[in-house]
């Protein structure tokens, strides 16, 4: 009955379709079967290989670090393919572990290895990630000047990340705004944690040098992008200068609650101006429409910190309606007074109870780690020093 | 009589035929996932090797992760299921374990190990859950809170830890899963990546059985001996991990396990958190976090990290499998159900047109004409229309094109991160995928048949199945 099948126009005996199907199956079966008992037998062989000469070459290469002369040329040049690239991956390990001295003995292995030349050439690579696998390298060894030499030019934000941790690191900014630049110039879309950090580290040196660049740059910027960058602003000290905030007041009317959030905490810097600190200004975003700018902003009064800030923040509590946005301000206000306002609704009162109470659990446990002297798994989870100023846990929903 | 015969006859071919074709679809489809995945292995490969050069636990901008810890009679192992999570690599963390009214000793072996102390004060939030009786905070650990409540299910103590918590992020466990010491740090990569965009990611659940765990964490790996446990494993491979990395690819993650995700609390809380009424509430999250995201027309991701891994006992008896399985089959029947307004809806994107479309094909409908298929077998035999090419066809097809799948999702892994690194438990693996089409495939459409059953009447009979609680020796 199904000896034949047919299909546009083309009559094949089923018995034919059936042989060429199997036929094909079975071939791609084998195939992947062989692929990949072979692929697992090539792995295993070769991890047992990288594992035999592991031990031997760590303690020959720890035994460099710490002597006068490591006579690593002399070395490297007895190793194997094998031994090298094992060697490759302990040179990695141990230059992100050791500091200081010990780092400038790994670092001459690095140039033995020949490792500062491979990665200039790398920087020319088509793929991302060879180009990142060059410039984190450069950046472990100590050697912008490759970057130079091979007139490399980050494109993505990762290589803008990668290229001024590097120079940042190394001390080869001209400034911190060249570092600034670097990252911002012409970005529009978001970076990782990394390139987050590394904007922050710069702009540390020169938040003025940040604020600049927001300011002619903003408007082409991704809303990732800008609320980023508003809050690495949150994190770069109070030594904000920068007499134009423009861009930084506009992001406050942004549509997007959560650009006006960030742009909140961000004002946390600059509590010292008269005119962000006029009543008119604040009464507006204590009453903004989203709960989430308004507990940011309890926190950028919590930050603020002085008398006239903490009146502020306990009188817009007073009038909270929203559950949420009440707890992230009642927990910022209970690190600043001990004192709750006179006149209150009962919602305050659990909220301000609420909150003391986990303060103090907080604070119970430093003490028990004080006491005990050990270092608690928890230390980051008590605040961020930055210019003397601890910041609460409000800081953290920031990021 | 003659034409009865007939009409059966014309009945059996024309079904025949749409099985068949019904299997060449989805296989094709099936077989497209893999190879995406394949490329999205290449670039997560890539990825896990580049190590950003920066000290990343003195950055400020970690978001904080609160775990949730659902404990249901947990007595025997909460004290140290708690103690390894305690220890986990992170820079920033809050536990929160909710004790789901249990009727054991949980929350005592929690007040006296912890040194825990009853917060005074009333929860100043409103809190979508059962009554919470207390809440308590260590002495000791800074990090740890605990929430005590009436029994409302898992979705109920995971909406109440997802209210509490304070972290911007938070990550549902639960609290029989041994997750990997590093495996946060993995975990919250696509957050750190795309810290403003991305809403959910979820890690790969490998089986525990067999292989050796001290303190909290997996010291050996190695491949279950026989058994469920060992087709389990080549399950787990191929539908977890290569068939996600490929929806992955195609920015169609629909399915983040319950076991190890971790979500954007904001985001989980602006569609109400997890919905008490449905028993696979990890399917139901995301989907609905997708129709939310897409409805609000915000830019997202939804990730899968092939790397991080948390490891969970498989059942090993096919009673508890069963039992597993149907209630998975009884759950995902359900949230389709539910999200039907999604299917074919262009203004869901990919998700709409196609991932979920063929989802439900696949994974609702496929077991269920499969099941069909076998029983089609014999009849056409009794009518002497089994002819050695129809069921060459039908064999070929079903067998060959699974196994082919099957060995994808183990080459996949040897290619890629190779955990189970000798040859020999690859070899065991790809016999597995072999053994697992004859027999136990064929019981697993038995199983979707009875859960399709056991929804039908389940509906009725809701009220009384949704304060069981949840068994952790289950599942």
New interface residues.
Partial sequence: MLQVVSAFGYSVRLIVLVVVLALVIGLALAVLFWLTVGLSVYRSVQDTRQERVRDDLQSRLLDGVFSEDPEWDSWVQTLSGVERDVLEDLLDEYLRELDGENVARLQELGDTLGIPDRSKQRLGASGEYKRLYALTWLALLGRPEKIHEADFTPETPRERASVARLRYETDDLDSPAEGVSVMLNGATSQFSIFGQDTLYRIATDDPAALFREAQEQYQSWSQPLLVQVLSVCQHIGTNVTTEDLSWLVGALEHDVPAVRAAAARALGNVGWRQDIRSEPFLTRLVQDPSPEVRGATYEMLARWGDQQAVETLSAALVDEEDDRARLVGMDALVTRTDSAPADHPAEFDATWQWSREHAEFDDTVHRFDDRSGESSDSQSASGFLFDGVVHEDGDQKAS | MHSATHLVLITL?GFGSFVIGYYLLINAYYLGIHILALFELDENV??S??????R??S??????IGIVVPAYNEAATIVESIQSM??LNY????IVVVNDGSTDETLQELIENFEL?P????????VPAEEIHGVY???????LLVIDKENGGKSDALNAGVWLT???LFCAVDSDTIIDRDALLQLVKPF??????AVASGGVIRVANSCSISDGIVKSVSLPKTGLPGLQVMEYLRAFYSGRLGLNRIKGLILISGAFGLFQT?AVRAIDGYRHDTITEDFDIVVRLHRHLVDEGR?YTVDFIPEPVAWTEVPSTRRVLGRQRRRWYRGMVETVITNRGMLFNPKYGRVGTLVFPFFVAAEMFGPLIEGLGYLILPLAWYFG?L?V??F??FF??TT??G??LS??G??SE??SF?RY???WQ??RL?WYGILENFGYRQWKTVVAWQGLVEYLKGVDTWGAMERTGFDSGDE
């Fill in positions: 071919v890539k990825e090797k580049w190590d950003p050069p920066f990343e636990f950055s400020p901008f970690y978001p904080g305690l220890s820079p920033e963390l809050e102390k917060v005074s004060a009333d929860i100043p939030v409103e905070r260590s002495t000791r650990y800074e990090e304070d972290m911007p750190l990546e795309r810290p403003k965009t904001e830019e229309i002819n090419e129809f060459l066809i070929f097809l060959g094109l196994v082919f060995w994808f183990v080459f040897v290619w190779n690194d000798s040859p690859i070899f790809l």
